[in-house]
């Protein structure tokens, strides 16, 4: 465990093994700036053949709050191979935690009108639900 | 006929289909062709299906390639209706 994710929230720690066990792919965390935690998720499906990588920004009270934003190295297509459009901010500040690692482009998408969480294993339905948002995006 | 497993029983001399299809792991047995998405996901136990969309997949585990609201109708006989996944529906920007 990195010491990032060691100096983590218990149950923020619990729901990242939580996806580990859910999803063969590479989750860490990345980094951690305004209370929100950066985790890189490196099979992102957008409903093409290639899944992509992404920081999703979990905050550190999870699942007491809500998910908010995408940061991804690339643009980020849609399942019709179209760019993602919806809330796409190319170079915004928010990439800035993981600049350095490439995030190059935010998408500000809330959790606005979504299903209250309510554990830690939620965070498997969060993810499919950033690749909702990627696919129809 | 679509990938859907189905089963053909025989019953006083009739017959009927079963259309068994997997919600996560969680197995489900339709005798209607043409489902509620709202009742396959209240019968994972999901109370508050308009808050979720019902993902078809197309193997277990693999990519979405439908999406159903849970006002929305399922035809059970069609391709790729038989691997599904409830995701939080709902969503803004800021």
């Known amino acids: 465990m990195s010491q990032v994710e060691a100096g983590l929230p218990e149950r ?16 860490r965390v990345d980094a951690v700036q305004d209370n929100f935690a950066y985790i890189w998720v490196s099979d992102v499906a957008n409903g093409s053949a290639e899944p992509m990588g992404g920081w999703i920004r979990l905050p550190l009270v999870f699942p007491e709050a809500n998910p908010h934003g995408l940061v991804t190295r690339e643009a980020v297509k849609n399942s019709s191979g179209g760019q993602v459009t919806d809330a796409h901010n190319p170079g915004h500040d928010m990439c800035g935690p993981v600049r350095s690692l490439g995030g190059a482009h935010y998408y500000s998408w809330t959790w606005q009108n979504c299903p209250v969480l309510r554990s830690i294993e939620d965070i498997v339905g969060v993810v499919q639900w950033y690749e909702r948002r990627i696919r129809n995006g | 006929m679509g990938t859907t497993f189905d089963q053909t029983k025989a019953t ?17 047995r339709w005798e209607e062709v043409n489902v509620p998405a709202e009742q396959i996901m209240r019968k994972t136990g999901v109370s508050d299906p308009q808050n979720f969309i019902l993902e078809a997949l197309d193997h ?35």
């Open chain 1, 12 to 27: 923020l720690r619990q729901a990242l093994e939580h996806l580990r066990s859910k999803r063969a792919c590479d989750v």
């Open chain 2, 12 to 28: 006083g001399g009739s017959s009927h289909r079963v259309f068994v299809i997997f919600v996560g792991d969680i197995e489900e």
């Open chain 2, 60 to 94: 277990k585990g693999g990519n979405p390639v439908a999406e159903f609201s849970s006002g929305q109708s399922v035809n059970l006989d069609a391709e790729h209706r038989k691997f599904f996944r409830i995701t939080p529906g709902g969503g803004g920007r800021s």
